[in-house]
T-cell receptor
Framework: SQQGEEDPQALSIQEGENATMNCSYK?????LQWYRQNSGRGLVHLIL?????REKHSGRLRVTLDTSKKSSSLLITASRAADTASYFC????????????FGAGTTVTVRA | KAGVTQTPRYLIKTRGQQVTLSCSPI?????VSWYQQTPGQGLQFLFE???????NKGNFPGRFSGRQFSNSRSEMNVSTLELGDSALYLC?????????FGPGTRLTVL
């Protein structure tokens, strides 16, 4: 079974707009990671946030983590057509870094 | 560094056959994990190997097995294929904290 849920399931935005997606999980975590997947290909690692961190930035990406609510959000600013993809959050537990539990993913479509 | 490589990229088999998929991790990485991705179940953890030992196993039947060699390359095997085994099989190479994924092997069972 999957660890978490992602919201929304799908998102359609205009190029230049921001995209925000949320991830909720069920158990205590060590790290939370976000991945991108283009058209059923491999997963590309975007960003990792540790359980003792609240916010992290990488380029146009901003990730927040609220461990009290067991939730995370990914914000993509100034979206581009190349951002069209599915985005997944993945969590791992303490002492089990190499076993990831994935959410169902958010499919983002960026319209030109 | 070269990324994670998986072979073959596409595979078509018939029910009852068996299949072997291969994964070469990033140089220096000793952990290799396998995941199955289907439209219905999403991404599911299969197993993880570290230094030739299976450290973690997901909830899959015994038809799914794997191994890791001394050079960290890993193979997974699925025996007695079923239609429901059609999926994208992803291999991940483990560094410190972060898992790096290969392009996947698309398996179709007819």
């Amino acid at each position: 079974s999957q660890q978490g849920e992602e919201d929304p399931q799908a998102l359609s935005i205009q190029e230049g707009e921001n995209a925000t997606m949320n991830c909720s999980y069920k158990t205590s975590i060590n790290n939370l990671q976000w991945y991108r997947q283009n058209s059923g290909r491999g997963l590309v690692h975007l960003i990792l946030i540790r359980s003792n961190e609240r916010e992290k930035h990488s380029g146009r990406l901003r990730v927040t983590l609220d461990t009290s609510k067991k939730s995370s959000s990914l914000l993509i600013t100034a979206s581009r057509a190349a951002d069209t993809a599915s985005y997944f959050c993945a969590t791992d537990e303490w002492g089990n870094d190499y076993k990831l539990s994935f959410g169902a993913g958010t499919t983002v479509t960026v319209r030109a | 560094k070269a990324g994670v490589t998986q072979t073959p990229r596409y595979l078509i088999k018939t029910r009852g056959q068996q299949v072997t998929l291969s994964c070469s991790p990033i140089s220096g990485h000793r952990s290799v994990s396998w995941y199955q991705q289907t439209p219905g179940q999403g991404l599911q953890f299969l197993f993880e190997y570290f230094s030739e030992t299976q450290r973690n196993k997901g909830n899959f039947p015994g038809r799914f097995s794997g191994r890791q060699f001394s050079n960290s390359r890993s193979e997974m095997n699925v025996s007695t294929l079923e239609l429901g085994d059609s999926a994208l099989y992803l291999c991940a190479s483990g560094g410190t904290d972060t898992q790096y994924f290969g392009p996947g092997t698309r398996l179709t069972v007819l």
